[in-house]
């Protein structure tokens, strides 16, 4: 049976450090306004969530609309890049994260996607400088929608569309490591897999009762059996 594994970015195939720079940096030449992404716990959360979660933190009444989302993108794709060239900022693949990736990209029963909170041009950025790219299909981002929940429908129809095949929920499989992942998957009646290498230990994420929980990714033929048994 065909499978679409629908991986996270942040915690699940990648760790950023110091992303705190590129994306206060977009804040503020965006709105026009100091905002620090440390005073929130953003796990999870798109970007825009992200955003408005910081400002009403800080109190601070702002008007955004869509405009601002395309310009803030623009700006975050950009000081992103410059922050990595520079190396103030570093994006590396979590362990195990490129030998399953490649290992999935081998088997014509699966297909892998992404599904993240960040926009779709930063989500490349980080793929980029990872060195995972090549192998994941276009999935869902926060410029497709800022609530979260949504974004698995619209990478299943994305892959849909694109292969001209049809997939029932339950043949996706979202792979995370918050609980809001395994949210966005209930609410699409697909399958997740929570890993324990983002802010949470698995023995915590264990409790929200995801299909399968792992440590990380390390054991790529144990993960591809969970992903063939789901
Ligand atoms: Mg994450």
Known sequence: MEKLILFDLDGTLTRTQNGYLPFNEAILETFGVGGDIRSV?????????????????????????????????????????????????????????????????????????????????????????????????????????????????????????????????????????TPKDLDAARQNHMKCVLVGTGRYPWEELQYWKPDACLADLTDTLEVINIFLNL
């Open 41 to 177: 716990i953003p796990d999870g959360n798109t970007d825009p969530h992200i955003v408005r979660e910081i400002f009403a933190k800080a109190n601070i009444e702002i008007g955004i609309d869509s405009g601002h989302w395309e310009q803030f993108a623009k700006n975050l794709q950009r000081s992103y890049s410059r922050a990595l060239r520079e190396a103030t900022t570093t994006v590396h693949a979590l362990p195990g994260a490129p030998e399953l990736l490649a290992a999935l990209s081998t088997k014509t029963e699966f297909s892998q996607g992404v599904v993240t909170g960040n926009f779709e041009v930063t989500a490349q950025v980080k793929l980029e400088a990872a060195g995972l790219n090549s192998y994941l299909c276009r999935g869902a981002y926060a410029s497709d929608s800022p609530h979260r929940p949504d974004l698995p429908r619209i990478a299943k129809k994305r892959w849909e569309r694109r292969t001209g095949k049809s997939l029932r929920d339950e043949q996706c499989v979202i792979v995370g490591d």
